[in-house]
């Protein structure tokens, strides 16, 4: 099994993933730099988070222009499993890989803080290690992660059953006040149609380690890496 971790100018959370994926398999995941243009054999290509090019224009805009991202959009359209985290999941939303888009939240401020997020769908291979009812308490830190589908995108999405993960209170009600971003339907994540694709805005990285403070983020990590090793 071969994890490749791509780095942007901007990327700030590439060691933090790259030690959730250390954690969970005993080995340290590939660094690829944006501007090479083939990914051969890797298993698993992970977007992760940071500031890509410094947000210019909109999030994950100009990153989804980089040499990489043509490689990036072969390799999904062949099957390739791909998980974006937050900045990650912006240029995944910008190369139109995932449906929707990603606008300021609600309150046009940046959000750092702990929030419960709870798995919509868990028959996958993302998402298959966790529970319907289960609720991890992961971070998040962005200005633009309030995920906007229109009506018809939305429906769509339920009908495919890629709605991944959703706001929701510590006891996993999902209402108003835990939807912090403004979210439409409390969506903090994403698959694609053949949920080779996961985009997500929490950072279930910073959940995996002894010195975090939660570690409910280990499951999702087990799930995503069990199925490719």
Not at 41 to 51: C, E, M, R, T, V
Not at 114 to 126: A, S, W
Not at 133 to 158: E, S, T
């Amino acid at each position: 099994m071969k994890t490749a971790i791509l780095i942007f100018p901007g990327t700030n959370r590439e060691h933090d993933m790259a030690d959730a994926v250390e954690e969970i398999t005993g080995k340290r995941p590939g660094m690829i730099w944006h501007k090479e243009t083939e990914l051969k054999n890797y298993d698993l290509l992970i977007l992760p988070g940071g500031f890509s090019y410094g947000d210019y224009l909109r999030c994950g805009a100009m990153a989804a222009h980089s040499p990489i991202m043509k490689e990036v959009i072969r390799q999904a359209e062949r099957g390739t499993r791909i998980f974006g985290v937050c900045n990650g999941f912006q240029m995944l939303v910008e190369t139109r890989i995932l449906p929707g888009a990603l606008l300021k939240n609600k309150s046009l401020k940046f959000i750092c803080k702990q929030t419960y997020i709870r798995p919509e769908n868990t028959e996958n291979g993302f998402t298959g290690k966790l529970k319907p009812d289960d609720v991890l308490r992961v971070p998040v830190a962005h200005g633009d992660g309030n995920y906007f589908a229109n009506d018809d995108i939305l429906q769509d999405l339920k009908d495919h059953s890629q709605i991944a993960f959703r706001y929701c209170s510590e006891s996993g009600e999902s209402d108003n006040v835990s939807n912090f971003n403004g979210s439409v339907y409390n969506i903090a994540g994403i698959f694609n149609k053949r949920k080779t694709i996961l985009g997500m805005m929490p950072h279930p990285e910073n959940a995996t380690l002894l010195h975090q403070p939660d570690k409910s983020g280990v499951n999702l990590f087990k799930g995503i890496l069990d199925n490719i090793s």
